[in-house]
């Protein structure tokens, strides 16, 4: 998705939700700086492993019992938490892993440290986390933003860490299987707003099943 496409679909998230695309602005040119000084992933690159077929793994609670029984062959991108599962429970280091640092980002680093290329996205909750984490990623790395792209970073629409690695990966040309997606239930997250879950992941469905 470009971003003339995806303006207007972001418009209505943060009228929505309340966010302020100020302080996305403020968390994208963040990461941006942050990025300068990191092993940036190309977009060629990234095009290149995302060629062909793709499995995205979302972060649903029933991913475990999922991952059991899934064919983990191929390119595998993994939803910001549900790298844990896959490294823990499967065995298998994702190729790509997209977040937001809100999961497991030790888990995050140690993928990185074993190949994983890292797509990092900036809004504007995460900037404590931003600057904690970015310098610490050892692999390539690559900053998205939900408002308007610049510099180094690239925005292929796309709202919660799931459905915004499905648009990448489609927007790069790779077709796309997903695995632990459930749009009803969210895993639990001590602190979390259940009700504001259950509205992201309605927009997550519509994004996938429009875009």
Known sequence: MDFEEWEPIYERIVEEFGFSRQADEEAARL???LLAKKDE???????????????V???????EEELSSADLSG?????????SALMHVAGRVPDVIVTDLDGDVADQ???????????IHAHGD???????YVPRFSGKVMGTTQSRPFGCLHNFGGFTDGDRAVLMARHLGATVRLIGFDFETARPKEGRDDATKRRKLAWARRLISEH
Do not use: Y
Request: include cysteine; proline fraction near 4%; charged fraction near 15%.
């Open 126 to 132: 995460n900037m404590d986390a931003l600057r904690r």
């Open 75 to 83: 390119t595998i991108i993994a939803a910001d938490g549900a790298t």
């Open 57 to 63: 793994c979302g972060n649903a609670p029933g991913l």
């Open 109 to 119: 680093l140690a993928a990185s440290a074993q190949g994983a290329i890292v797509v």
């Open 31 to 33: 990461l941006n700086d």
């Open 41 to 55: 992933c190309p977009l060629e690159l990234l095009r290149r492993k995302l060629s062909g077929g793709v499995t």
